[in-house]
C-alpha cells in the first residue's frame, strides 16, 4: 500500500459527459501528479500540483483540469469525453527523488 | 527533453534464468533513474532509483540496477527470476536540475514473461 488513494476505481461513462477523478496524498506530500496510461500513449505526466499551485503541466488537453484543494487532495476533471480517453488515471505524490502511486482508477467511454 | 528508450516489449525468460530489461535515456544532464513495476490491474511500485553516489543500485525483490553515464543506460537486472516477476517493468527518469518541477518521463515498458 502506498498511502496513495484514488477513487472510484472504475469509471464507466458515454462520450460527452464528464467525470472526476478524486486523488488523496500520502500524509505529509505536498505534491501530487497525474499520469495517464493508454496503450497508444503508454504512461504520460498530465500535470502537477504543489500545495494547492500548478506547478507543471504536460500533455494534458483542454478538456483536462485539474485542481488541489487546501486539505491536499487533488482532482482531476475531465469533461467532452471521447472514446480516446479510456485509460488509466493514475495520482502519485512525494518529491523529485521518489513517487508513490495510487491504484488508479479505470476509465471506459463507450 | 528527456526521453527514455527500453529495448524490447516482451522479454521471455524461464523460471530461474538471468532477467535483464535495458533502459536507455536521453538527457543533456544526468537524471535522476527509476525502475517501477506494474502487476496486472495494480499501480506502479518503486522497484529502485538511482539518485547520487554509488552506481550499482539495489532494489527490491533481488532486483538491481547499474548506472553507466558513458552509455547513458540503467538496466535492470535480477540474477535468477522467480514466477512471480512476471509483470510490467517501466524505466523512468527525472529532471535533476528543476527541483520544483519533479515529473516522471517513462518508457514503454517491458513485458516481463517467465515460464517455469
Known amino acids: 500500500d502506498s498511502g496513495v488513494t484514488q477513487t472510484p476505481k472504475h469509471l464507466i461513462t458515454a462520450t460527452g459527459q464528464r467525470v472526476t477523478l478524486r486523488c488523496s496524498p500520502r500524509?505529509?506530500?505536498?505534491?501530487v501528479y497525474w499520469y495517464q496510461q493508454s496503450l497508444d500513449q503508454g504512461l504520460q505526466f498530465l500535470i502537477q500540483?504543489?500545495?494547492?499551485?500548478?506547478?507543471a503541466k504536460g500533455n494534458i488537453l483542454e478538456r483536462f483540469s485539474a485542481q488541489q484543494f487546501p486539505d491536499l487532495h487533488s482532482e482531476l476533471n475531465l469533461s467532452s469525453l471521447e472514446l480516446g480517453d479510456s485509460a488509466l488515471y493514475f495520482c502519485?505524490?512525494?518529491?523529485?527523488?521518489?513517487?508513490?502511486f495510487g491504484p488508479g482508477t479505470r476509465l471506459t467511454v463507450l | 527533453a528527456q526521453s527514455v528508450t527500453q529495448l524490447g516489449s516482451h522479454v521471455s525468460v524461464s523460471e530461474g534464468a538471468l532477467v535483464l530489461l535495458r533502459c536507455n535515456y536521453s538527457?543533456?544532464?544526468?537524471?535522476?533513474l527509476f525502475w517501477y513495476v506494474q502487476y496486472p490491474n495494480q499501480g506502479l511500485q518503486l522497484l529502485l532509483k538511482y539518485t547520487t553516489g554509488a552506481t550499482l543500485v539495489k532494489g527490491i525483490n533481488g532486483f538491481e540496477a547499474e548506472f553507466k553515464k558513458s552509455e547513458t543506460s540503467f538496466h535492470l537486472t535480477k540474477p535468477s527470476a522467480h514466477m512471480s516477476d512476471a509483470a510490467e517493468y517501466f524505466c523512468a527518469v527525472s529532471d535533476r536540475l528543476n527541483s520544483g518541477y519533479s515529473t516522471l518521463t517513462f518508457g514503454k515498458g517491458t513485458m516481463l514473461l517467465v515460464s517455469p
Open positions: 500540483y504543489y500545495n494547492g499551485e500548478e506547478r
Open positions: 502519485a505524490s512525494g518529491s523529485q527523488v521518489e513517487q508513490f
Open positions: 500524509s505529509g506530500d505536498l505534491s
Open positions: 538527457s543533456s544532464v544526468p537524471p535522476y
